[in-house]
């Protein structure tokens, strides 16, 4: 004898089936659907000949891809137009195709000048024959190192540190900060995958930092922001976003890969604009 859902409960029922299905749906579309967010940063420290340079910043890729080849990846790039893209850590892991960072770089190579730093996901395998390889197609890989980009006679500083999992031997903020004030006084723009960073650039007066690594909290909820968050972010929930604090603005990447484990959601993956702006 079949027994019949009580009729007080198949609105209960339905009501479920909906939500599981709109959550279900929710769920897939922050994993597959690209996003790009813009931020203007202004600073009276930004020579005039820079305002309106173009920074694409791609983080915590995590060797994902999206579309065939990569190919949605790259168009959502080219239609940001950017002047150069940053790639702020985690570009690959331990878990990668070896030749997924030389083949993503290569293309990218292909719309602007690319710049890289380390995330901490790379080292748990050595990546120095990646990064070597990197350099071979053209990949400015910033170890502690700096360039100086130059423009109508004008200049700025494009720094980028590696990730603390990388030597122990590395150089430390506060003397690499030094090595470049020796030089220069020039606006920096720096590549540092760590969003936990934010005080030692603060006190190190460093203009503007481009960073990742949170994945903006892997599951975001509406007016609470990201839920599962870094040790080091607990108190300063800086995971997603702007922030500023005297002269040094952080921009934090939501990033652009998943984290091979739980599922994002209303948190789709994140390519980032950042344009220069001399006040």
């Known amino acids: 004898m079949k ?128 990064f070597s390889n990197m350099r071979e197609v053209c990949v400015n890989v910033l170890r ?26 590395m150089i430390s903020r506060e003397d690499f900060v030094s090595e470049i004030r020796s030089e220069t006084d020039d606006y920096i723009l720096m590549l540092c995958h760590r969003n936990s960073e934010f005080d030692t650039w603060v006190d190190l007066n460093v203009d503007l930092v481009l960073s990742g690594h949170a994945h903006g909290g892997i599951i975001r909820l509406p007016g609470i922001g990201g839920l599962l968050i870094h040790r080091d972010d607990f108190r300063s929930k800086r995971v997603e976003g702007t922030f500023t604090k005297g002269d040094t603005t952080m921009v934090v990447s939501r990033g652009a890969g998943g984290n091979g484990f739980i599922p994002r959601f209303y948190n789709n993956p994140e390519i980032v604009v950042v344009v220069l702006r001399s006040n």
């Open 144 to 169: 502690n190192d700096y360039v100086i980009l130059e423009q109508d006679g004008e200049s700025i500083v494009l720094a980028g540190v590696d990730d603390p999992n990388g030597p122990y031997d």
């Open 3 to 130: 027994r019949s859902v009580p009729k007080k409960r198949r609105p209960l029922i339905i009501i479920l089936i909906i939500v599981f299905l709109i959550l279900a749906a929710l769920t897939v579309d922050s994993n597959v659907r690209l996003v790009t967010t813009e931020y203007e940063i202004y600073s009276d420290k930004l020579p005039e000949s820079f305002d309106g340079l173009r920074v694409v910043q791609l983080s915590d890729l995590h060797g994902d891809k999206y579309g065939r080849d990569n190919s949605k990846l790259y168009e959502a790039v080219i239609a940001a137009k950017p002047d150069i893209i940053a790639l702020t850590g985690d570009l690959f892991d331990e878990y990668t195709d070896p030749d997924y960072a030389v083949t993503t770089c290569r293309e990218l190579l292909k719309i602007a000048p690319v710049y890289y730093v380390s995330g901490n996901h790379e080292w748990a395998k050595n990546p120095r024959d990646t």
